[in-house]
Structures are given as C-alpha cells and as structure tokens.
Nanobody, 114 residues
Framework: QVRLVESGGGLVQPGGSLRLSCAAS????????MAWYRQAPGKQREWVAT???????SSADSVKGRFTISRDNAKSTVYLQMNSLKPEDTAVYYC????????WGQGTQVTVSS
C-alpha cells in the first residue's frame, strides 16, 4: 500500500504563492500518473491537475495559468506550484494517483486570506 504525505500548505495573502509537495512511499510512483485534488469546506473533493508518467500535464480551468504540477521520480514526489492565489483556492489539498485508487493522505491546508 502506497503512503502519501502532503506538505507545504499555509496561510497566504491573495496574489501570493505556495509550493506543495507530496511524497509517496515505495518504488511504484514512477509507473503512475499523479494528480492533485482539493476539498473546500462544505464542498466535494475536486480535481486540480494531473501529470502523466511522461510529464504531460493538464489542469482544471479554475487554476489554469496559475498552478503548475510537476514530478520528481527519483524522489517519488509530485509538486504543485501555486501562483496568483485567490481566496477561492482555500481548501485542503491532496495528491493521489490519477485514478484516485490509493489511500488518501492527511492533506495540507491552504488558506488564502488578507
């Protein structure tokens, strides 16, 4: 079973930036497309961005042009660079393989507020 550990969240002002990290245990990380998801208070978890095994990326319209997903297979880690943050980006952010079939980690809280 793969264990996922997200980190890098925090409180940031609108327009600010954060870089999230998600480290996966085991050696199978490199074989899977990875994704970031988020869940705002009172809302369902939603997809944010995906990166394929080969590095092709896609993202939700709400974050396109502001968020960038990347991966480091040597470190079994996926990243989410978040720029131009907005209050509506406030949520707990999670990573998972692109089909969301692994157990969820604890997530990392991102709060965008002045």
């Amino acid at each position: 079973q793969v264990r996922l550990v997200e980190s890098g969240g925090g409180l940031v002002q609108p327009g600010g930036s954060l870089r999230l990290s998600c480290a996966a245990s085991g050696s199978i990380f490199r074989l899977y497309a990875m994704a970031w998801y988020r869940q705002a208070p009172g809302k369902q978890r939603e997809w944010v961005a995906t990166i394929s095994v080969g590095g092709t990326t896609s993202s939700a319209d709400s974050v396109k042009g502001r968020f960038t997903i990347s991966r480091d297979n040597a470190k079994s880690t996926v990243y989410l660079q978040m720029n131009s943050l907005k209050p509506e980006d406030t949520a707990v952010y999670y990573c998972n393989e692109a089909g969301a079939r692994w157990s969820w980690g604890q997530g990392t809280q991102v709060t965008v507020s002045s």
